[in-house]
């Protein structure tokens, strides 16, 4: 209930097996635009493969909670500090989305249409993309044009003039500097490989 009332939580602690609904399902119950670390606490784990689908979330074992609570937190703040949010104003209201919620930015008259999961944000632009693509390349938003920014996690296929997106079921076309294919597909690799790229 507090959840739904708009208050704020650094961290959820959740038993997975609990009486009338489970840990995990409880989790999905959760506003989407939830912050908080949500750390999960089972005596079982098994559990672990379907607590890694719930990313960014973490298992901890009731046997051993205190040592594990400590190395949980730790680990929970070295991976937000590793998925820092793309930041910027709109209507006077500050925004934060994570990187991973963007499929592509793309800028038009000095604005950035930015193309998340939960709709499109036009806000003007403060910099370029290739910096920003510089800032982001760590979580993989990559200048494929020079009015396109990408996130290679989105990545679908690719030809000479354009690269396809699969935007959570919907494929959308962006084009494709000249000559840049081979950079877009190594950048890509090396995404998927986890060593991140050279921008």
Not at 88 to 114: A, Q, V, W
Not at 171 to 198: Q, T
Request: hydrophobic letters at 35%; one cysteine or more; proline letters at 4%.
């Amino acid at each position: 209930d507090d959840l739904l009332q708009g208050y704020n939580f650094d961290y959820i602690f959740l038993d997975i097996d609990m009486p009338d609904i489970t840990g995990l399902e409880l989790c999905d119950k959760f506003p989407k635009s939830l912050e908080a670390a949500v750390i999960f606490v089972s005596a079982h784990m098994r559990y672990q493969p379907m607590v890694d689908k719930k990313y960014p979330a973490l298992l901890i074992s009731k046997t051993s909670v205190q040592a594990s609570f400590d190395d949980a937190i730790r680990a929970y703040k070295a991976r937000l500090d590793s998925l820092h949010p793309f930041e910027f104003s709109e209507n006077g209201r500050g925004i934060r989305i994570p990187c991973k919620d963007i499929y592509y930015i793309t800028m038009c008259d000095h604005h950035l249409m930015i193309n998340t999961n939960r709709g499109c944000h036009n806000v003007p632009a403060y910099r370029g993309l290739k910096e920003m693509g510089q800032s982001f390349a760590d979580q993989g938003l990559y200048s494929c044009h020079k009015s396109y920014l990408i996130n290679l996690r989105f990545y679908h296929t690719s030809d000479c003039r354009s690269v396809s997106l699969n935007c959570d079921g919907k494929i959308v076309k962006i084009p494709l500097s000249r000559g840049k294919e081979a950079a877009l597909k190594a950048a890509y690799l090396n995404y998927m490989l986890g060593d991140g790229y050279a921008y």
